[in-house]
């Protein structure tokens, strides 16, 4: 019992180490995933902790169950408009940029280190693939608001390629292991049942679940695990048929963020705790696993072999994958710096531990290693290398407390909070306008701590808590009104997207005479919107064009659709 409650301590301490150690993250800019790791390999045997973990089944387990939260968690935050926009590349990054970067990278290995080839495919395989917890948890902790063109690439991209990565390490596991020496038409079948079947659940299963969150009548606190364990028997049921458990589970909670209307916010905020609880605890278990003693030996070959995939491997197969789209270099160039290693390639090399390889600790501690490269280096830099190549877009800050007051399947009511900053545009409209303008209803109005007795008498000021009833259709209207733009200079919003704002009907050749710039002869009667879908197929916010002296960017869009521009006069 003594084991037990000391057990008990010891897990509680690590876990509030982690905890408390994110605040001191942002600060120095350090992935938040990399202080989890270090923390594990502290409370390891060779650390001050003294904990000798080392059973590969257990760890195996608890990491898998852990990236399935991970995964339902991000398809939860998916909106659907930016999964279409970003679902084809994803896919071509998830499939062929897998294999490309799989296959350059083993090669490297194989004639740098000396391998046979089978092994050097094998150390490719492993690290071929991006990481979902590793890409959801630095855009996240960065605060990047991006392109949705990019920001939905990468992240539909970590969600779908653990099928590949998967695929390509049990195959070259059995090559090992059974001395095969070539494919056959049976693995290309065995991979896409896994595909199929995979999404088949998911989406199904998704659906099936959006329903009975939708329409059960449960408890309101009963809902988050209702979808929580909703996902995890998708992904159960998927691994049973012996398809990917992983794209099915990601694709349920997909389908649930995206069918669920009422009730999704709690939902939401609930698995927003349950994913971090399940990234900490993945890498404190990773950490824990690994011996830095022996991490130190295989050190010089991981670092090449790291640097080789993120400066060579991982672009060429951005650059090969993405050819039949639209992303500009500087578009393609941050994708594939965001290429980030995390978990999965360490799970993937549990794998030749499990098949009782007798190289197995190579594998497994060359994966590590490269997954703290990719962090250390990749992870620190993902924010400033956006401002650099902008591709990111202004954002503004949150509500600062919002509480829905329905559940799922009923026509509710939000209790939304605002502070009133400098650059609020309700400052000047007043209330009257506020509530006629957005249809919500002033409750109370906190100035210096103290609530107004008629908060609808007067002027609102600078500093003040706002507290409305509001519907959710009408909060994106609320945050229009009641929320400044806090962003740097070069994303203000006039810096940004440009001092007028026009229709995307308007014609150029107008556009031309009233700001005295050349349009072609055969584009005179070409509207804004014309021309800029000549660029894009799929334009999105941030997106920009240039004609002459002015650059049009693409200002808002409503059902896939451009409905504003704004106009820039370049100097």
């Known amino acids: 019992m003594d084991i037990l409650n000391q057990l008990i301590l010891l897990g509680a301490v690590l876990f509030l180490i982690s905890i408390l150690a994110s605040a001191l993250s942002p600060r120095v800019g350090m992935p938040l995933l990399l202080v989890f790791l270090l923390v594990g390999m502290l409370g390891g045997e060779d650390g001050i902790g003294g904990i000798a973990y080392d059973d590969v089944q257990s760890a195996l387990f608890l990491g898998t169950l852990a990236l399935a939260v991970i995964l339902f968690d991000g398809g939860l935050r998916t909106d659907i408009h930016n999964f279409r926009v970003g679902l084809k590349p994803a896919l071509s990054l998830a499939s062929l940029g897998v294999v490309i970067t799989a296959g350059v990278c083993g090669a490297f290995a194989a004639w740098m280190l000396g391998l046979p080839w089978v092994e050097g495919m094998l150390v490719g395989a492993i690290v071929g693939s991006t990481d979902a917890a590793a890409v959801f948890s630095v855009l996240n902790m960065q605060g990047l608001a991006l392109k949705a063109r990019v920001g939905a690439t990468l992240e539909i991209e970590s969600g779908l390629n653990d099928p590949m990565a998967i695929f390509l390490t049990l195959t070259v596991v059995e090559f090992i292991r059974m001395g095969e020496t070539g494919f056959n038409a049976a693995m290309l079948l065995g991979f896409a049942w896994q595909m199929g079947v995979g999404a088949l659940v998911g989406v199904l299963g998704g659906r099936i679940l959006a329903w009975g969150v939708t329409r059960l009548a449960l408890s309101p606190g009963l809902y988050p695990l209702l979808a929580l364990f909703g996902g995890v028997s998708i992904f159960g049921l998927a691994a049973v048929l012996h398809s990917s458990g992983f794209l099915a589970v990601y694709l349920a909670g997909l389908m649930v963020g995206n069918r669920v209307s009422r009730g999704l916010y709690n939902i939401q905020r609930f698995h927003d705790g349950i994913a971090w609880l399940a990234q900490i605890s993945l890498f404190l278990m990773l950490g824990l696993l690994v011996t830095p003693t022996e991490l130190v030996t295989y050190a010089p070959s991981a670092l090449l072999i790291g640097l080789f995939l993120i400066f060579i491997a991982r672009p060429l197969a951005v650059a090969i994958s993405l050819l039949p789209f639209q992303f500009s270099w ?3 160039l ?25 190289h197995w600790p190579f594998f497994f501690n060359i994966a590590f290693f490269i997954v703290i490269i990719s962090l250390v280096l990749q992870g620190w830099t993902v924010a400033p290398l956006a401002r650099w190549l902008k591709v990111d877009v202004p954002t503004s800050s949150s509500r600062v407390q919002r509480v829905e007051l329905g559940v799922p399947g009923q026509a509710g009511y939000e209790f939304v909070g605002y502070k009133l900053l400098a650059d609020s545009p309700a400052l000047k409209a007043g209330v009257t306008r506020l509530e006629e303008s957005t249809g919500t209803r002033l409750l109370c109005v906190i100035r210096e701590g103290e609530p107004l007795a008629e908060p609808s008498n007067g002027p609102l000021r ?29 994303l203000s919003a006039q810096a940004f997207f440009g001092e007028f704002v026009v229709s995307p009907l308007a014609k150029l050749m107008d556009l031309g005479l009233l700001y005295g710039f050349e349009v072609p002869e055969e584009m005179a009667n070409w509207s804004i919107g014309r021309y800029i879908y000549r660029r894009y197929k799929q334009p999105v916010v941030g997106d920009r064009i240039t004609l002459g002296k002015v650059e049009f960017i693409v200002l808002e869009m409503a059902d896939s659709r451009v409905t504003k521009v704004s106009l820039k006069l370049k100097s």
Not at 334 to 358: D, H, N
Not at 475 to 489: C, N, Q, T, Y
Request: cysteine-free; charged content about 25%.
């Open 462 to 490: 600078e500093g003040d808590h706002v507290y409305l009833l509001a519907r959710p259709d009408a909060l994106s209207v609320l945050d229009k009104w009641l929320v400044g733009e806090r962003e740097p200079d070069r």
């Open 330 to 332: 500087r578009e393609q």
């Open 334 to 358: 941050f994708i594939s710096w965001v290429g980030l290693r995390g978990a999965v390639p360490i799970v993937l090399a549990m794998f030749p531990w499990l098949a009782g390889l007798e």
